[in-house]
């Protein structure tokens, strides 16, 4: 039995009054309503709940308990919201390379490419800080990239590499081989990116929020709020801090944060969540 997707409620969550027809400028428009009401977040991950990847929990946890996620979760939630609009997207795992090399990094991504009458592109809601905020086209740019934009896809031998300006540097964000994954691929890596020992989720705090006029991250103590071309940072000082951020900044009451180890961190650079 398929599960019903929940339109009116999943428009509702993300504050959505503008276009449905299938489009390329719909699609726009639901990735940055997605991104700035929906926090990237491993909470779960770090109280010892299981993230679970059926449609009900999901629509149970980000959309009707107005939690957030990462990415199996984020991009599960918004293919079934763009299919339930007459979009077609395929699924694919990647490699992230924000903090690993392609050979040290396991297939811990998911994200979507979609085809529309201008082209295919890709769709990365769920990638946390450095995620694109729109349609990515799936054409080779090259390594430098376009100067006027900020995400770009790049193939290298049978490899797509999603780029993004790190400063004024060009920076791999993640990489794929564009093969059509299946459900079962991402409950695979699902599982190890949320209970195994060695996962970055496992051992770390990561949130991320998109502003309208900029970005709040957080990677264990350390919080990064951006407001146009101004960053304040500083770092948390205990779990009431913590609790208090989360409410301030995300939209989140949780008081079991107030039982969470977080650890501390020693620098930042802006990627990791």
Known sequence: MTTAFDLDAYFERIRWCGNALPSLET?????????????????????????????DSLQQKLVRSRRGGYCFEHMTLFAAAIEALGFQPARHSARVLLMSPRQKSPRTHMFLTV????????????????APMFPVP??????????????????????????HRLGSEPADAWVSTLEHDLPVDFDM??????????????NNLFLSLFKPDGRVSVMNRYVAVRQGD???????????????????????????VDGLNVPMVSEWNGTQA
């Open 230 to 256: 101004q960053t304040q940072s500083f770092q948390l000082a205990d779990r009431a801090a913590l609790r208090a951020l989360l409410a301030e900044q995300f939209g989140l009451d949780l008081p079991e």
């Open 115 to 130: 085809a529309v009458e201008e082209g295919t592109y890709v769709l990365d809601p769920g990638f946390g800080g450095p």
């Open 27 to 55: 699609l726009d428009g639901l990735m940055r309503a997605h991104m700035r009401h929906i926090p990237f977040e491993n909470l779960d991950v770090l109280l010892g709940r299981p993230v679970r990847l059926d449609l």
């Open 138 to 163: 799936l054409v080779d740019c090259g390594s430098s990239g376009p100067a006027d934009t900020t995400h770009w896809m790049y193939r290298k031998d049978n490899d797509w590499i999603l780029r």
């Open 189 to 202: 890596a699902n599982h190890f990116t949320a209970t195994h020992p060695s996962s970055p989720f496992v």
